[in-house]
Each structure stands twice: as C-alpha cells, then as structure tokens.
C-alpha cells in the first residue's frame, strides 16, 4: 500500500507539472505583444514623402489639380506649420511630384519628377532653397535626359557639399551616377576608375541614398557574373567626402538572392534594411569604414540575426529603418496590415497597428516613415492610391 500511495504522489505531481507548463505556454500564446496605436494626421493634400532633421518634419505634398501641385509643409515638434513657398520655372515642375527632399535645418534640395514625352519617362526638376522658399531650376535636358539615361533617387546634403544620386548608362550596364552643382547648374561626374562604374563581371545597381557626416551612402545591389554564374547580393557604395573615394561593400550572408533597399545612419552605425530571399533583412555596419579596409570594403558590417521572416518582395517598399537608444525600428507591410517590427542583435519583437481608441489603424502599402524625437511618422495607403500620414510615440 506505502509503494502504490509513493507512486499516485509521483504521478499526481507529474502531472501537475504538465499542466503548470501547458497553462503557461497557452498564456504565452493568447498574450501577443501589445499593438502600436497610430494617430491619424490631417493635411491639406496628399503625402507623399517625410524628411525628419532634429525637431522638424518636412512633409512633402501633392496637390492633385492644383495649378502647383507640389508642396511643402514644415512642421514644429509642437505641432505648428509652416508652408514653404514652392516656385516651380519649368512646364514639368508644375506638375511634379516629390521623390526625395533633403533638409540639413537650414539648407533645402529637392528632387521631383513628372511623366512625360512620347513615352511617358520621368521629366526629373531639382529645387533649392531653405525654408522660406523652395525654387525649382531648370536644366538642359541631357543633364538628366537622353538616350543613356537611368533614374534618379535621392537628394543628399552633407556639410561638405551637396549631390543627386541615380543611374546612368555605361559601357557594361547602368553605371551609380552622382551630380554635383556649379551654380545653378548640375553636372554628372565621370565614374571612370571608381566602385561606381559597372564591368563586365559585376553590375553595380544603388536605388536608395542617405549621408553620414562628409560621406555619400547608397545602397541596393550588385549582380555577379560568372560563366553559369548571376548571383544578385545586397550591396553597399559610400563615398570618403561626398564624390571623392567610393569604395564597395558586399552585405553579409546575402543568402541566394538580396537586395538592400534603405538605409539610416547615426554618428557610429549605418542601419540597412532589406531582404534576403524574399524575407526581411537588416544589417548594420560602422557609419566610418575601418583604418586598412579593403578597396571593395572588406568583409565589414554584420547581418542581425532572427529578424522576424516577414515577406518583402520586389515591389515591396522599405521605408528607411530608424534607430532610437540602440533599439532599431522598421516599419513593413505583411499582407495589408502594417506591422513594426523592433530590436536589436537577435531579439525581436512584432507588433501590430491600431487606430484610435482601437479604430482601424494604417493599412496597406508603406511608403515612409521618420523620427522626429521620440515621435515616429509614418505614410501609408493603398499601393496604387493615396498615402495618409500617422503618428506615434515610441516608449
């Protein structure tokens, strides 16, 4: 009788241990991290690109069937705005809208585009100015027009000087492009002898661009080529001072196809987001290259691991991931439910979207996202229609 009653005791305690584990495993599962609350912001026209610097945000607008249709607003941490005059010069710069507007707290330099032509390309304008007023200048037309031309991205600022980036046709394929200005007039830079000229063996391809103190940083990537051999590997080029001193740098562990698509760069850590094999990636390298790199920037810069296996296709846009006490933030589309994924070395958190007050929140296509403080802005909408601009606060 003693050994049967040992044995009940053992067996009953067994079994109370199982179901302590299964209890807390079930809790585990029905308690999902808690979802971000987004605030819907209103606004005279559509979004359709966000520059953060310091305490200001800079929200670029289309304004469809206006006789001006882009503008420009500034917006104060406390909530006030600004609009920014725009004086558009040419036929197209009426009609533009905003690919990329770059804002150092003083200067402006902005890119727009509008279709046009008998096939429709993109007629690009460039505009300076500060935040008074913002004036387009107009270019010849094989500045960045012709029979060789590629696309431009990107407006850059630095304290050493400013840039366009794009693509340009080469001898091998689309070369990386970089114009710089002469008085109102910009000139494409020759990419004779630097990392920015493709070859035979390698196809360099940078589609997105951002600054780190003197230097340019774009990314995106290369394509290897190689008797029975294409191999497409997310890629990094920077420059040591604006155009001077490019040197390339292949992403770690590119699995069998990747593709960088943003970045963001603090004073030590350039932040890159992408995917590799159609899930999201995230890699992060010095902001600074280290003393006795190699030409082709050595095997610098690490993958994050565990990234959460969200899907990123092609078409899939990234906004540029930003970083906030070492924590980093990217903003994606799964499905059509914008998701915030959040964290650092390998552990990740993700989070859905909510409204106000549990009101359906943003939906469907990200388009851009900034910090401005501790306040993370967002545009995002129907991947074929208008973007809505929301807020929130990180913790």
Request: hydrophobic share 35%; charged share 15%.
């Amino acid at each position: 009788m003693r050994k049967n009653s040992r044995k009940a005791v053992s067996l009953a305690a067994a079994l109370l241990s199982v179901a302590i584990t299964a209890t807390a495993c079930s809790e585990d599962k029905a308690t999902p991290p808690q979802a971000i609350a987004w605030t819907k912001v209103d606004l005279p026209a559509e979004p359709v690109v966000l520059t953060g610097q310091g305490t200001d945000l800079l929200i670029g607008l289309r304004d469809r069937g206006a006789k001006v249709v882009p503008r420009l607003l500034l917006q104060k941490q406390d909530g006030g705005r600004q609009e920014i005059k725009v004086e558009p010069k040419s036929p197209y710069a009426f009609e533009a809208t905003w690919q990329s507007i770059a804002y150092d707290g003083r200067r402006l330099l902005a890119l727009g585009g509008a279709s046009g032509g008998a096939h429709s390309n993109t007629r690009w304008t460039v505009w300076t100015g500060s935040t008074t007023t913002l004036t387009e200048h107009p270019q010849e037309f094989n500045t960045f027009g012709g029979q060789t031309a590629g696309a431009l991205y990107s407006a850059l600022i630095t304290p050493a000087g400013e840039a366009l980036a794009g693509s340009w046709g080469g001898l091998a394929g689309l070369d990386a492009a970089v114009w710089l200005p002469q008085g109102d007039k910009w000139n494409r830079q020759d990419t004779t002898g630097t990392a920015l000229r493709s070859t035979p063996a390698l196809l360099v391809g940078p589609s997105f661009g951002t600054t780190s103190g003197r230097q340019l940083v774009l990314v995106g990537s290369q394509v290897r080529l190689a008797p029975n051999v294409v191999q497409q590997e997310a890629a990094v080029w920077r420059s040591t001072t604006v155009n001077q001193g490019w040197s390339g740098i292949a992403l770690p562990e590119p699995g069998n196809r990747s593709q960088a698509n943003t970045v963001s760069c603090t004073a030590d850590l350039c932040t890159i987001s992408g995917y590799v094999d159609g899930k999201l990636a995230i890699w992060q390298l010095p902001s600074t290259p280290a003393n006795g790199s190699s030409a082709d920037g050595g095997s610098q810069g690490k993958r994050l691991q565990n990234v959460p296996g969200i899907t990123v296709g092609d078409k899939d846009k990234v906004p540029p991931p930003v970083v906030d006490n070492g924590r980093v933030y990217q903003v994606v589309a799964e499905g059509n439910k914008v998701k915030v994924v959040s964290g650092h070395d390998d552990s990740w958190t993700v989070q859905d979207s909510t409204g106000p007050e549990g009101a359906d929140g943003p939906a469907g296509a990200v388009k851009d996202a900034a910090l401005v403080g501790k306040t993370l802005y967002l545009l995002a909408g129907p991947a074929d229609g208008p973007a809505s601009l929301w807020k929130t606060t990180l913790g």
